[in-house]
Each structure stands twice: as structure tokens, then as C-alpha cells.
Nanobody
């Protein structure tokens, strides 16, 4: 059974940082390009960053230079380091394969507000 469990969200002031984690089980983790997505209220879910098993990355313009993505294949975990957060980064953040193959987890709420 595939399970994706996101954690690390919270309330942070503009300019602050958070580190999101996503633990995967039930999949051949290292074989998949994993991605972080976000969905803000009233908006569609969007891909923020992705990372292949071999280490190649791809970022949305909004994340480039601020949200480095990383993974630990041994731990079956993918991370999103979120720096210099802005109010427009407020959303629920999810991980999945970059193509959204798997059942979505519950996500983790990130709120950027002063």
C-alpha cells in the first residue's frame, strides 16, 4: 500500500524558513522522480519542484533559488527547504511522483503571515 506522509509545515513570518519532509512507503522510491506540489485556496494544485532519482532538479519560477529540493533514497524521504518565504507561498504542500501517480497524502499547511 502506497503511503505519502508530509510534515514540517506551520506558521512563519515573511522572510522565514521551513523544511518540509515527505516519507514514502510502498513504492520503489529511488526509481521515481519525486515532486513537491502546492495548492492555495481557490487555485489549482501546481508542481513546485521535482527531483529525479539521479539528482536532476526542476523548479517552478516561483521556487527557483528559494526552495531547494533534496531526497534521501535510503530513508525514502524527499525534502523541500523553503527559504525567504512570501505570503503568496501560503498553501497546502503535498509530495507525490512528479506526475502525480500515487494517492495524495493529507499535505502539510504552510502559512506565511506577519
Amino acid at each position: 500500500q502506497v503511503q505519502l506522509v508530509e510534515s514540517g509545515g506551520g506558521l512563519v513570518q515573511p522572510g522565514g524558513s521551513l523544511r518540509l519532509s515527505c516519507a514514502a512507503s510502498g513504492i520503489a522510491f529511488s526509481m521515481y522522480t519525486m515532486g513537491w506540489f502546492r495548492q492555495a485556496p481557490g487555485k489549482q494544485r501546481e508542481l513546485v519542484a521535482s527531483l529525479t532519482g539521479g539528482g536532476s532538479t526542476n523548479y517552478a519560477d516561483s521556487a527557483q533559488g528559494r526552495f531547494p529540493i533534496s531526497r534521501d533514497n535510503a530513508k525514502r524521504t524527499v525534502y523541500l527547504q523553503m527559504n525567504n518565504l512570501k505570503s503568496e507561498d501560503t498553501a497546502v504542500y503535498y509530495c507525490n511522483s512528479a506526475r502525480g501517480y500515487f494517492t495524495w497524502g493529507q499535505g502539510t499547511q504552510v502559512t506565511v503571515s506577519s
